[in-house]
């Protein structure tokens, strides 16, 4: 059986996502793509941040997932690895984290695999298309909020893996690679016109945007309960 590094485990728990620990486990990605599924799952969001809204509890699984979705552009960068298991395998439950209960990502080892490098395009469009943008229309289908705010709540973890990945010599190479991709209109091409990223970062290097605000949408993490107003908020 695939096991993880005990660095990989450091890293994946260090963004709130657990492997072969589902004890906590309420829902998986799968079920969101069921409509009748997404009333139940819009209850249980809001019973888990408290959040006051729709709108404001739905920016808050986006931004808990978007940890998930950053965090393979790092494994690939870093270990040439990338999730690949079903959408029932990848599944969301509750955990303790700084004194408060938070919505966390849980996967199995074996789903975490190694690709070539000519499979990475196909791979970076996949994880844009079918764990993005899919399910984000599926999101929009139970409250009226902008698809720029959730892309968002993704990019802005992904910048900041970038901007570490493209300082070590060791994975610098890779990581240049990936964004040139991400930039590339043609990977958006199923679903967008024209690159989603890199309208988000202007085409400048990650590390240059790092400590500026580049968000053009509010992320409401202000308005969940114990939680702080966003570093990057635009509406400062």
């Not at 395998?89 to 975490?112: I, M, N, R, Y």
């Not at 070539?116 to 009226?144: G, M, N, P, W, Y």
């Not at 991400?182 to 890199?198: I, T, V």
């Not at 500026?212 to 949408?217: A, F, L, N």
Request: glycine letters at 4%; proline letters at 3%; hydrophobic letters at 40%.
């Amino acid at each position: 059986m695939r096991t993880l590094s005990k660095d990989q485990l450091r890293q994946l728990q260090s963004f709130s996502i657990y492997a072969d620990d589902s004890t906590n486990t309420i829902f998986n990605l799968q079920q969101l793509e069921t409509d009748e599924f997404l009333e139940d799952f819009l209850i249980l969001i809001k019973s888990i941040s408290q959040a006051p809204s729709d709108v404001i509890a739905i920016s808050y699984f986006t931004r808990r997932y978007g940890m998930f979705i950053a965090m393979q552009f790092y494994m690939m960068t870093m270990y040439d690895e990338v999730w690949g298991g079903s959408f029932n395998h990848l599944k969301f439950g509750v955990k303790e984290e700084f004194g408060k209960k938070a919505l966390c990502t849980f996967t199995q080892s074996s789903d975490w695999q190694w690709i070539d490098e000519e499979e990475r395009e196909a791979h970076i469009q996949k994880i844009l298309e079918q764990q993005c943008h899919k399910i984000f229309v599926q999101l929009r289908k139970v409250t009226s909020v902008s698809p720029k705010m959730l892309w968002e709540n993704v990019f802005g973890y992904m910048l900041w893996h970038f901007h570490i990945l493209l300082s070590n010599p060791g994975t610098k190479e890779q990581a240049e690679i990936a964004v040139a991709l991400l930039e590339n209109d043609s990977l958006w091409s199923s679903f967008a016109k024209h690159s989603y990223f890199k309208e988000y970062t202007g085409g400048m290097h990650p590390s240059k945007l790092i400590n500026i605000p580049v968000r053009k949408t509010c992320c409401f993490s202000k308005d969940i309960p114990g939680w702080m107003q966003c570093g990057f908020c635009p509406l400062k």
